[in-house]
């Protein structure tokens, strides 16, 4: 966004002076003595865009080198501008792919170029991947690798212990909480300008759909509820949950969470019919039997007086976009607002978020 300021500098014209009364020309003086050529005036630096100050940095007004990052009650000091960056998540992957230029990566998780889980899947397929262990992450032979608070602390203290710095960020399930996780991550990559572009195009993003749903807690809101099937168990989205505060954000009622569901909880056929969802969201991947699971929803006796199966409102969407801990969430957020309220959002369309187009 350019922000054009334009000045003004403008006075009246003079008032004109009375015609001066000639006088005596005086005796010439002395020749004044010359006086010291004056110093040229210094042209001060334009000053950087400050930096929002969010936790873990410690002085956002230092854009120099070395920085300083407190994270997991620990100072990591980033002697200089990585080049060789390594994410041990997923979600960490999908936010570098939006912040640095592809050259920067040590190389990406082996999930990045997975289409069935990963938002970036064509971005990360051209790039170096590592498997999971110490061996091959220092293989990579990164100078800088952003963890998460699911990495094994084994595993992070093995690859400090090698002399490469670690930066256990936090990863959130509300797309307002990985702001402050976008602007860190892009302070200790050096690239605050990225950052502050990508977090201002989520907030707008995020005000757009707000605006257009009814307000929480509004009668208007249908329940919804997302669940999905592993192994024979169905796992309901409850509160504190990406899937559930997607729903939310996308204008519906969490109805997992109004019924007192934490976390994912695993629910019976029977729970879903007591909830009486007016839609249902699958979560999970095509590939690992959403339309199945779909199927024998649809044909269980013990649902056919459901809303959402009565009004046909049982949807498999894409998991990619409900289960990510990264900016991603916002495209879930936009999907679910277009299920919902799918007058408002007609002539709607929503874009991808765009990979990092050069620095």
């Not at 590939?287 to 199966?309: C, K, M, Q, T, W």
Request: net charge negative; with cysteine; charged share 20%.
């Amino acid at each position: 966004m350019v922000i054009a300021v334009a000045f003004a500098a403008c006075t009246s014209d003079p008032e004109p002076t009375a015609t001066p009364i000639p006088t005596a020309t005086p005796e010439p003086t002395a020749t004044p003595e010359p006086t010291a050529t004056p110093e040229p005036t210094h042209t001060p630096t334009p000053t950087v865009v400050p930096y929002p100050a969010v936790q873990g940095i410690i002085d956002p007004s230092n854009r120099d080198w070395p920085r300083e990052v407190e994270l997991a009650d620990e100072v990591v000091v980033i002697e200089e501008r990585p080049q060789r960056v390594l994410a041990y998540s997923l979600g960490h992957d999908e936010i570098l792919i939006a912040l640095i230029d592809p050259e920067r990566f040590a190389a990406v998780g082996p999930f990045a170029a997975d289409p069935a889980y990963s938002n970036v899947a064509d971005q990360a397929a051209g790039l170096p991947t590592f498997e999971s262990g110490v061996e091959n992450v220092l293989a990579a032979k990164p100078d800088l690798v952003l963890a998460s608070k699911y990495t094994d602390v084994d595993v992070i203290n093995l690859i400090k212990e090698a002399g490469v710095p670690v930066a256990r960020t936090a990863l959130e399930s509300s797309s307002e909480g990985n702001i402050p996780n976008i602007l860190l991550i892009g302070y200790m990559l050096g690239v605050e300008e990225r950052a502050l572009e990508l977090v201002a195009e989520i907030e707008d993003r995020l005000k757009f759909v707000t605006d257009q749903v009814p307000p929480p807690n509004n009668a208007q809101r249908p329940a919804v509820i997302a669940v999905s099937r592993y192994s024979d168990s169905i796992y309901a989205a409850g509160s504190d949950t990406t899937e559930g505060g997607i729903v939310e954000a996308g204008g519906g009622i969490n109805a997992s969470a109004r019924d007192g569901l934490e976390g994912h909880q695993v629910i019976s056929i029977e729970s879903i019919a007591a909830m009486n969802p007016d839609v249902i969201l699958i979560t999970q991947p095509v590939e690992y039997g959403a339309n199945e699971f779909r199927d024998d929803l649809l044909n269980h006796p013990a649902l056919a007086e459901v809303s959402a199966i009565s009004e046909d409102e049982l949807h498999v969407v894409d998991g990619r976009l409900y289960t990510t801990l990264s900016h991603w969430n916002v495209r879930g957020i936009e999907e679910t607002a277009r299920l919902l309220y799918p007058e408002e959002f007609s002539e709607v369309t929503f874009e991808d978020f765009e990979p990092y187009s050069g620095e």
